[in-house]
């Protein structure tokens, strides 16, 4: 039986985190095995234009927003949309 993390030294509650996030990041990692590479890049292309545009939005301020990069985030946002089958009720 495990030690309650209350009873727990610093060192042994670092340890348990330290564990716990491993753990969790296989989980993860054999998520993601199971989309395909077209699911994956489509996501990582909507998550770099979606910080670009947040960056440049809070940094710099809407108006400097490239009307280009908001029909990448909006095209990409659908690609990520189809991919993923949210657009299912969407199609009835």
Known sequence: MSKDTKEMTHE???EH???EREKASKARDKMIGHLSPDMIQAVKDLKEIASSVGETMQFE??????VGDMHKL??????VN?????????RG
Do not use: P, Q
């Open 61 to 66: 301020g809407s108006e400097y927003v490239w």
């Open 17 to 19: 985190h330290r564990k």
């Open 74 to 79: 909006i095209d990409r946002a659908n690609s």
């Open 12 to 14: 042994e509650l670092i």
């Open 82 to 90: 189809s991919l993923f089958n949210f657009d299912v009720e969407e």
